[in-house]
């Protein structure tokens, strides 16, 4: 694979939050989870499975799930724009991969490292692994925070999910509905209001920190 590949998938890849129902074939998502499982791991722990689920039923229950914590956040924080994020869509995606870390696994650390973190950065990165492995099929998806407590014990409720696992994120998959996500103004104003991505100069500091590259608090 060339550079330009890799970064026209990298800077291609966008969160998905509308998605058309045509189903994803079965090798598709086997092929992306096949690369989700390179992925590399704090001390190649390998702490992840995944859940596929498809059925509308359970896609429907698990999205009502992740989605009641932002009644009480969204009383907290009056700023945050709840209607942009992905949970509430989460159902109508063909397929959503819940991403499960066994936390026995933090053991493989030495006690005085960050088990904790550890275990959560190696699932983050195997998010994106499946992010990255799904745009390489023309694919979109999202990353959905699961959030802990009620969220969280709910989703692994109903996949059966045993204790000893954390489920931190949800990817949803599918083809990407672009009529649907204009239409919404949510997400348009999101789009407008965070830029793409920050520029190369701005977050690259040479023989140390460049302070007057400090970002501003506002
Ligand atoms: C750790 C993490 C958590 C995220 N949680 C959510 C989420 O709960 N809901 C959502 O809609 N998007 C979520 N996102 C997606 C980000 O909002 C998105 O990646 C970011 O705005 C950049 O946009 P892009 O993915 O289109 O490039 C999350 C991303 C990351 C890396």
Known sequence: MEYQDLLELAR????????????????????????ARYSPSAANSQPWEFVVVEDFTMKRAISKEIVSVYKEAKERDTTFNF??????????????????GDRRLMQAYPTLLRGRELLR????????SIQLAAASF????????????????AVKRLLAI???????????LGYPDVTKEKRTRALTQVRERAPF???????V????????????DK
Not at 121 to 128: E, G, K
Not at 138 to 153: D, F, I, M, N, R
């Open 83 to 100: 209607k942009a994020a992905v949970q509430s869509q989460l159902f109508r995606a063909p397929v959503l991969i819940v991403v499960c």
């Open 162 to 172: 045993p204790e000893s696992f954390t489920v931190d994120h949800i990817i949803p």
């Open 121 to 128: 950065q190696s699932l983050a990165i195997c998010a994106y």
């Open 138 to 153: 023309g694919l979109a998806t999202a990353w959905a925070t699961v959030h802990w407590g009620p969220p969280e014990t």
């Open 197 to 203: 991505r920050r520029e190369l100069r701005e977050v």
């Open 12 to 35: 291609d890849r966008r969160s998905c939050r509308r998605f058309r129902d045509d189903p994803v074939p079965t090798e598709v998502i086997d092929k992306i989870l096949d690369i």
């Open 205 to 216: 500091h040479h023989r140390g920190y460049d302070i007057t590259k400090y970002r501003s």
